[in-house]
């Protein structure tokens, strides 16, 4: 059974940062393009930004050059650093592969940026 599991969510002003955390079990993470991807309310899910099981990344323009995605096969986990946070980046983060799999969301993780 596939489990991933965000933390790390949070209030934060504007201009700030939070670091997103995702831990993954029931996969072989290290063969796994992940992704991270965020729901905003009343807007559909989209994707912000992909690392491959090597290394490369991806991101949305919206937040290139403000988020990082990283990861550590030994722990299973992937990682979204984001800085210069702004109050359109309010909504539920979420993590899974990339493509993702319907079956393999999890409860996300609430980020609000306040003015």
Known sequence: QV???ES???LVQAGGSLRLSCAASGIIFRFNT???YRQA???QRELVATITSGGSTNYADSVKGRFTISRDNAKSSVY???SSLKPEDTAVYYCNVFPYSQNYWGRGT???VSS
Do not use: D, E
């Open 3 to 5: 489990q991933l599991v």
């Open 110 to 112: 609430q980020v609000t």
């Open 80 to 82: 979204l650093q984001m």
């Open 8 to 10: 790390g969510g949070g």
């Open 41 to 43: 309310p009343g807007k």
């Open 34 to 36: 992940m992704g991270w």
